[in-house]
C-alpha cells in the first residue's frame, strides 16, 4: 500500500495531467484531408500505357511509356519513348488507387461545370461527368484539385470543348490537379488542363492537353491495360515531382454548399511490391474488396 503523501502526490499530478491531455486531443480544423499523391517514376511520363500509345498529326513534349506497342504517324515527340515502363506502371497504379480509396470527397458535382468557379479540393461525380465551357481554378499556388468521376463504381469523363483555366489568368499548376477517372477519358476540341488518371483508355482529339496521361488504372503489373490515343492535339507534359504528398490548402472555401458522399475507404488501400523489372514479372500484389484484382501469389 502506497504512503498515504505518495498517495496525494500521485492524486495530485493526475489532476494535472487532466487539462494537459484536453489540450492534446482537442480536434483540430479539417485543413488536409484530401491530397494529391507521389505518381513517382510515372511523373515524368506526358503519355503512359499499359497497353499501346498512338499518336497521330500531334505533339508530345515529355517522355513516352507503353507496353504494348507505339504508333507514329507523323507525330513530333520531344522526349524519350520507352518499354517496358514497368517502374512507372507500377508508381501510376499506387497513385490511381490512392485516389481512389484515400481522396475523400468534399463535395459532389453535377452538370458541365461551364462558368464554375472551383476553390482547391477533392470534387466528385458519382457516375460518368460530361463536361463542357469553361471551369474556372480559383486558389492559392499550392492549392491541389482533386476531380474523381465514377465514384459510384462505373464512370467515363468526356470532355467537349472543355477548358480548364486559373483565375486572373494565371498559369495552371499541373502537378495540383488531378482527374481520377473510373472508366475511359475522352477529350475533344479541349483545352484541358491536369493529371489523368483513367481506369481505361484516355483519347484525346484536337486542343491541347496540359498534363499527364497516365492510362490503364484498372489494369495489374500481370495483366496491364489502358492506351493513350492522340490525334491532331498537343501534350505537354507536367515537370516530374519532387515531393511524396501534396496537401490541399483552404479546403471548405468553395463558394458553394456541398456534401461528403465519398467512402474513402482506407483499410482497402494496398501496396505493391517493388520487385517488377517488366510487365509481366511477378504481380503487384494488387488486390480490391470487390476481388476485381487478384494476387497469384497469395
Not at 482533386?146 to 472543355?162: E, M, Q, R, S, Y
Request: charged share 15%; with cysteine.
Amino acid at each position: 500500500m502506497l504512503p498515504q503523501i505518495s498517495l496525494t502526490r500521485l492524486i495530485a499530478r493526475l489532476l494535472l495531467l487532466v487539462p494537459f491531455a484536453a489540450l492534446v486531443y482537442y480536434p483540430l480544423p479539417v485543413l488536409a484531408a484530401g491530397f494529391g499523391p507521389s505518381l513517382g517514376a510515372a511523373s515524368r511520363f506526358a503519355a503512359l500505357a499499359g497497353g499501346a500509345v498512338t499518336c497521330t498529326a500531334s505533339t508530345i513534349t515529355g517522355a513516352v511509356g507503353y507496353g504494348a506497342a507505339f504508333a507514329n504517324t507523323a507525330c513530333a515527340v520531344r522526349g524519350t519513348v520507352s518499354t517496358p515502363a514497368a517502374p512507372a506502371y507500377r508508381d501510376f497504379l499506387t497513385a490511381y488507387d490512392t485516389l481512389h480509396f484515400n481522396a475523400a470527397c468534399d463535395q459532389v458535382l453535377a452538370g458541365t461545370l461551364d462558368g464554375v468557379t472551383l476553390g482547391p479540393g477533392v470534387y466528385c461525380f458519382p457516375a460518368a461527368a460530361t463536361l463542357a465551357g469553361t471551369l474556372t481554378l480559383n486558389g492559392p499556388a499550392n492549392g491541389v484539385w482533386i476531380f474523381k468521376i465514377g465514384t459510384g463504381g462505373t464512370g467515363a469523363l468526356t470532355g467537349t470543348g472543355f477548358s480548364v483555366v486559373m483565375a486572373g489568368g494565371a498559369a495552371v499548376s499541373c502537378p495540383n490537379v488531378y482527374w481520377w477517372v473510373a472508366q475511359a477519358a475522352t477529350l475533344t476540341s479541349s483545352n484541358f488542363a491536369g493529371t489523368i488518371l483513367a481506369g481505361a483508355d484516355i483519347t484525346v482529339t484536337g486542343g491541347t492537353f496540359i498534363g499527364d496521361a497516365l492510362a490503364g488504372g484498372a489494369g495489374t503489373m500481370s495483366l496491364p491495360t489502358g492506351a493513350v490515343t492522340l490525334t491532331n492535339s498537343t501534350l505537354t507534359a507536367c515537370p516530374p515531382q519532387g515531393g511524396s504528398t501534396i496537401f490541399v490548402k483552404g479546403k471548405g472555401d468553395h463558394g458553394r454548399d456541398g456534401r461528403e458522399v465519398c467512402d474513402p475507404r482506407d483499410s482497402q488501400n494496398h501496396d505493391r511490391s517493388d520487385d517488377e523489372d517488366s510487365w509481366k514479372r511477378g504481380n503487384a500484389g494488387r488486390t480490391d474488396g470487390d476481388d476485381r484484382r487478384k494476387d497469384s501469389d497469395r
